[in-house]
């Protein structure tokens, strides 16, 4: 069993920065890919960023090009999301999703429970 913990919403003002937190825990063989999504309310769930284990790469949604940073903590399963220079738009649930394979080489999918950012105008 994998788990995925958030932490790090809140609510903020345009302009401000938040930093999120997820961490994974559980039987884990290896973590292929881990990132953000977020959903607005009304909208469908989005990428948001996204950092690839092997070879290191990163992807991130247009919107947030150069506001956003993705980093990773391997020795601690755990990766960031950097948010500066929010925007109102940005307000949404942000999840955690983690593509892992398992001691028995099965490739899963995780999601964690959501945090939410709030960003006033």
């Known amino acids: 069993q994998v788990q995925l913990v958030e932490s790090g919403g809140g609510l903020v003002q345009a302009g401000e920065s938040l930093r999120l937190s997820c961490a994974a825990s559980g039987i884990i063989f290896r973590i292929n890919s881990i990132g953000w999504y977020r959903q607005a309310p009304g909208k469908q769930r989005e990428l948001v960023a996204t950092a690839i284990t092997n070879g290191g790469s990163t992807n991130y949604a247009d919107s947030v090009k150069g506001r956003f940073t993705i980093s990773r903590d391997n020795a601690k399963n755990t990766v960031y999301l950097q948010m500066n220079s929010l925007k109102p738009e940005d307000t949404a649930v942000y999840y955690c999703?983690?593509?892992?394979?398992?001691?028995?080489?099965?490739?899963?999918?995780?999601w964690g429970k959501g945090t939410l950012v709030t960003v006033s105008s």
């Open positions: 999703n983690a593509q892992i394979t398992t001691p028995s080489f099965y490739e899963m999918h995780y």
